[in-house]
């Protein structure tokens, strides 16, 4: 569903140039459950953003059911991001001053979805991570594993096929983080394909296989 085919990524500043990402090549089935793994530095990030379409490689393209990315229209480009993909981050890139309705919405007005239909999927989407209850609570007023689930409803919204996750519970303390893994392995179960970057094994272990980056290459590939 999802190929990276020799992916490159160099970062230029001035003289100096960085490769982040080297000849980097993989296929994601769909309903698979995949994390990356690899050090701080080792181009995790980079290569999520790739395939999420919020960066661009350098060469190489990214295929996603059938289709390179690099040829299409930025307007198709925007459709496949807002409704082919939902995004988890770390820092969650909630809008504080926002409501969590409100947050869960935006990709839906980014869509042009019916108010009615609207009220439905984002209830929907909040009964799915438990936060049913707070929808009228303000983003900053939540705790930390709150902020992670409007955020994964905000990803949800949209029945988005590939959802990219990255370092989902860096920022929570180990209960929470259970609860978002779990939460991400539910949705895979469901049928998403799901691809996690982690720094934490234990959480890499909860999916279907792990790919280790090294210096922006992948050194292995292990199916679990
Ligand atoms: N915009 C940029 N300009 C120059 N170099 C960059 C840029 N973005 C990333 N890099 C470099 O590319 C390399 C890979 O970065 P990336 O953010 O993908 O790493 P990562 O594996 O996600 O690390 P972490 O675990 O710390 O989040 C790093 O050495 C980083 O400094
Ligand atoms: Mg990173």
Redesign the pocket.
């Known amino acids: 569903m999802i190929k990276a085919d020799s992916l490159t990524k160099i970062?230029y500043?001035g003289n100096n140039s960085?490769t982040?990402l080297k000849d980097v090549s993989f296929s994601i089935k769909k309903g698979e459950f995949l994390s990356i793994v690899?050090r701080?530095?080792?181009?995790?990030?980079?290569l999520l953003n790739i395939i999420g379409t919020l960066d661009k490689p350098t060469s190489g393209s990214v295929i996603v059911n059938n289709k390179r990315l690099d040829c299409l229209t930025k307007k198709q480009l925007d459709q496949y991001r807002n409704k082919e993909i939902g995004f988890v981050f770390q820092s969650f890139h909630l809008e504080p001053s926002y409501s969590v309705y409100k947050n869960v919405e935006m990709p839906l007005l980014i869509a042009n979805v019916p108010p009615k239909e609207r009220k439905e999927k984002i209830l929907d989407a909040l009964l799915k991570v438990d936060m049913l209850g707070k929808e009228k609570n303000c983003a900053s007023q939540l705790s930390g594993g709150e902020k992670q689930r409007v955020c994964i409803a905000r990803a949800l919204v949209n029945s988005p096929s590939i959802i990219l996750a990255d370092e989902p519970c860096g920022n929570l303390d180990s209960v929470n983080g259970r609860v978002v893994m779990e939460l991400l392995k539910k949705l895979a179960q469901e049928g998403k394909t799901i691809v996690l970057?982690t720094?934490n094994m234990e959480d890499a272990k909860m999916t279907d296989r792990i790919i280790t980056?090294k210096d922006g290459q992948v050194i292995s590939d292990e199916i679990l």
């Open positions: 970062y500043s960085y982040a690899g701080s530095g080792s181009g995790k990030s980079t970057v720094h980056l």
